[in-house]
């Protein structure tokens, strides 16, 4: 049932060469890698839509970037990527196409699924997304009792809040500041109390945003703002005030939502892949239609580009295949992606899920266990907020943590200095970590000897740079299926499926066990391992107090 690579990673002539070329190149410093070579950084500097990545500052010479496309080409990154784009069934594993490229594509595109067109489909629930959102936002669709909708509460979890929260986030400074719009994702009331606490039933308009309809999470979160909404406006009033995003027509009439009130999508479009389909409705609440197609279109330019581009030239392909030189190779077990746009807050949170539940798998898609490391531990947060917390490790620690620094170069807020110091300190990182400091430069500068290795900077420690002119919708587009198809790349390379997430159902089953023992009136029959059968006593011995 294989669409990539059959042959395992490591048995690829490409994968053995790079193990050579890494014994030959491992201790050559960034330093020399410059010196000498004034081209370099315009070597090592592609452009595509509306995004420039600066690649320079990586251990690396042009024979590993060659090396590395290489590998790209035997594990069959294009036949892969084609195999997508045609909607072939790329999820192996759950016998599904893999089509987030669909949601993006143009009006007049052609994206068949067992025979059918889906751009179509997807246009049309794409217009009635856009025909509602001007509603709310024109104060024309009104609540139960006649008021305009003044805040709206997205209720999901996962790729079903990940996307729309962090893009609504994103692009604040385009949004319609007169309706509030809000995330409740975790089942802890906390969430829900603290999203609704100040808000009026009668002109709120709750979103309820899930692929299946069946999870935990949303589907209580849900009942919960219900009962808060039907508890002062009565049963009737849920028409009025509750739409639902989903695949599952059924789930939502169950709950009691009208599917003409419901945004369908697909189950070619995975959750953390879902943001371009009816799941970003919140977000076109907040920034309107027009905005929400400038960030369709984005994505768009990058899709067209990583499939096109030849691999030397591509964004994705390049962040990938250096992740994986870094990852494979110099053993790199994390990477941190540090946006310098206070916007960009939730980028890193984002790419958690995208990256970890794509790539954190242990076997390959015939259920072989890998012999390679796959994903690594994604994570990260604002530039200069980070400098002044976990930087001295990236400059001194004794791990290897490749990053990605994300920045624009003109603000959305022309204030002072800001914007001139925000960028000089995202280049000023970029420029320690390679070049680092070295113990003659700090002894010559007559620190006392005891402290000049406390002082050194050893350097060589890679980074990306990405820009954008502005942080604007199509960037953020393009930025978002950048690391889509990265992530892809280097699943491809790995061989696995970077489409399912098996590895979330076994704690979710658990916890299905768990909670009756939780509150049962008798003490249940506890029959877990020691450990957990305690935890659970002494909850429920708090709970009876
Ligand atoms: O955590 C597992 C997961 O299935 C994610 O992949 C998904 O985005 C999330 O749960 C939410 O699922 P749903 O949209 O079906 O509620």
């Not at 024109?138 to 962090?166: E, F, Y």
Request: net charge negative; proline share 5%; glycine share 8%.
């Amino acid at each position: 049932m294989t669409t990539g690579n059959k042959t395992p990673p490591r048995m690829l002539p490409a994968w053995k060469a790079l193990e050579n070329h890494h014994r030959q190149v491992v201790h050559r410093h960034l330093r020399d890698l410059f010196a000498g070579d004034p081209a370099r950084a315009e070597r090592m500097t592609v452009e595509a839509a509306g995004l420039v990545l600066d690649f320079s500052k990586n251990r690396a010479t042009d024979e590993t970037i060659s090396l590395l496309c290489e590998l790209a080409t035997q594990a069959g990154v294009r036949e892969r990527a084609e195999a997508m784009f045609h909607g072939e069934l790329v999820n192996v594993t759950e016998g599904r196409p893999v089509l987030h490229v669909a949601l993006r594509a143009p009006r007049d595109s052609l994206i068949h699924v067992g025979g059918v067109n889906v751009v179509p489909e997807v246009h049309a629930v794409l217009d009635r997304m856009a025909e509602f959102s001007s509603r709310v936002r024109s104060g024309q669709w009104t609540g139960h009792t006649g008021l305009p909708i003044q805040a709206a509460v997205n209720i999901g979890i996962g790729g079903s809040d990940l996307g729309p929260r962090m893009a609504t986030h994103a692009l604040r400074a385009f949004a319609d500041r007169d309706l509030s719009v809000r995330f409740v994702s975790n089942v802890d009331a906390t969430a829900f109390v603290e999203a609704t606490r100040d808000l009026d039933p009668a002109n709120t308009l709750f979103v309820v945003c899930s692929k299946t309809f069946t999870t935990l999470e949303t589907l209580t979160n849900a009942r919960t703002a219900r009962e808060w909404l039907t508890a002062v406006l009565g049963e009737e009033a849920v028409a009025k005030h509750f739409v639902a995003v989903s695949t599952n027509a059924d789930g939502v009439r169950e709950f009691g939502i009208d599917p003409e009130n419901m945004f369908g999508f697909w189950d070619w479009v995975g959750g953390r892949y879902s943001l371009a389909s009816a799941v970003g409705l919140s977000l076109m609440l907040a920034v309107g239609p027009e905005r929400f197609r400038e960030m369709l279109d984005g994505m768009h330019a990058m899709d067209d580009h990583f499939r096109a581009a030849p691999i030397e030239r591509n964004l994705p392909a390049l962040l990938g295949l250096l992740g994986i030189w870094y990852g494979n190779f110099f053993g790199a077990a994390t990477h941190a992606v540090l946006p310098y746009d206070e916007y960009l807050g939730l980028f890193p949170a984002y790419l958690q899920q995208l990256d970890m539940e794509s790539d954190g798998k242990r076997v390959d898609e015939e259920g072989r266990p890998l012999d390679v490391d796959s994903g690594p531990v994604v994570w990260g947060q604002p530039g200069t907020d980070g400098q002044h917390a976990f930087f001295q490790l990236l400059h001194q620690g004794t791990r290897l943590v490749p990053c990605d620094f994300v920045g624009f170069l003109e603000p959305l807020h022309p204030i002072g200095r800001h914007h001139a110091l925000l960028f000089a300190n995202l280049v000023a990182q970029t420029e320690a970590l390679a070049f680092g400091k070295t113990a003659e430069e700090v002894a010559a500068e007559g620190i006392d000897t005891a402290l000049v290795p406390h002082r050194t900077f050893p350097g060589n420690r890679p980074s990306n740079t990405i820009l954008a002119d502005r942080l604007t919708p199509w960037t953020l587009g393009a930025l978002i299926a950048l690391y889509e198809h990265k992530v892809f790349v280097q699943g491809t390379v790995w061989g696995i499926d970077s489409f399912d997430q098996w590895g979330v159902e076994l704690g979710k089953t658990l916890a299905g066990r768990i909670a009756p023992e939780l509150e049962a009136e008798a003490p249940p029959e506890l029959r877990h391992d020691s450990s957990t059968n305690a935890l659970i006593r002494r909850y429920r011995a708090a709970v009876r107090q």
